[in-house]
Nanobody, 118 residues
Framework: QVQLVESGGGLVQAGGSLRLSCVAS????????MGWYRQAPGKERELVAT???????SYADSVKGRFTISRDNRKNTVYLQIDSLKPEDTAVYYC????????????WGQGTQVTVSS
């Protein structure tokens, strides 16, 4: 079964940076696009960044220029570098494989909390 373990969150001041990591197992990592999602209190979970198996990336408009997604296929790990943090970035951040989660083949991990103070 697929397991996703996110880490790297924390409490930071606005303008600060964090690097989130997600280690995946139970899937052919190198063949799957991976994504970072976030869910703020009282809001639906949203996809903020994706990276294809070939390395191409895409971002939600709200995070463009501040978030950078990357992957290391040797380590089955996907990263999210978050710079210029804003209070509105406060959320629980999750990773997943968008195609697999959309088809119900994976579940959500525990996520990692990012809290940005103003």
């Amino acid at each position: 079964q697929v397991q996703l373990v996110e880490s790297g969150g924390g409490l930071v001041q606005a303008g600060g940076s964090l690097r989130l990591s997600c280690v995946a197992s139970g899937l052919i990592f190198s063949s799957n696009a991976m994504g970072w999602y976030r869910q703020a209190p009282g809001k639906e979970r949203e996809l903020v960044a994706t990276i294809a198996s070939g390395g191409s990336t895409s971002y939600a408009d709200s995070v463009k220029g501040r978030f950078t997604i990357s992957r290391d296929n040797r380590k089955n790990t996907v990263y999210l570098q978050i710079d210029s943090l804003k209070p509105e970035d406060t959320a629980v951040y999750y990773c997943n494989a968008p195609v697999l989660i959309d088809r119900g083949y994976t579940k959500w991990g525990q996520g990692t909390q990012v809290t940005v103070s103003s």
